[in-house]
């Protein structure tokens, strides 16, 4: 279903940065103190309603971290993103012509970001809140540079 990340081709392997639960999470903590703190029975009852709400948004979070990233191996790229529409790209490294990596102030402390991969016709996947942008650069252009010298 997704590449094991200790084949023997696998080059570098990451997935999303754990700051995507973060504002689930708080969400979550925010409803937790509604129920516990307030009186009134009514709005005890909104709190467990947001309750549910956040509880299903840190379970689609979790799928969503679990279900999306990146391979490099020897001679491609794979980008796997998606729980209920599941979208993989594998790129050939021969294919690839950009790689573009944002970053805001708290990604570069954090080092998460967003990965932008260009092939050849066109092809543009990107991937946010990815752990290690830059070293994930670092290798595909790695692999490039010896691909080039081995031609």
Request: hydrophobic fraction near 45%; charge should be positive; aromatic fraction near 14%.
């Amino acid at each position: 279903m997704f590449e094991k990340p200790y084949d023997n081709n696998v080059i570098f392997f990451t997935r999303m940065h754990w700051i995507i639960f973060l504002y689930p999470f708080l969400c979550l903590c925010a409803a937790l103190a509604i129920v516990y703190y307030v009186e009134v029975d009514f709005i005890r009852k909104i709190g467990y309603g947001l309750a549910a709400l956040a509880l299903l948004w840190v379970g689609m979070t979790w799928m969503t971290y679990y279900f999306s990233s990146i391979t490099i191996k020897r001679n491609q790229v794979i980008i796997r993103t998606g729980v209920i529409v599941r979208q993989t790209i594998d790129i050939p490294l021969s294919k690839i012509e950009a790689i573009d990596i944002r970053q805001s102030i708290l990604g570069s402390i954090l080092s998460y970001g967003m990965v932008s991969i260009t092939g050849t016709g066109g092809t543009r996947r990107i991937i946010n809140f990815l752990h290690n942008p830059l070293t994930c650069r670092r290798y595909i252009e790695q692999l490039l540079g010896e691909m080039h010298r081995n031609d």
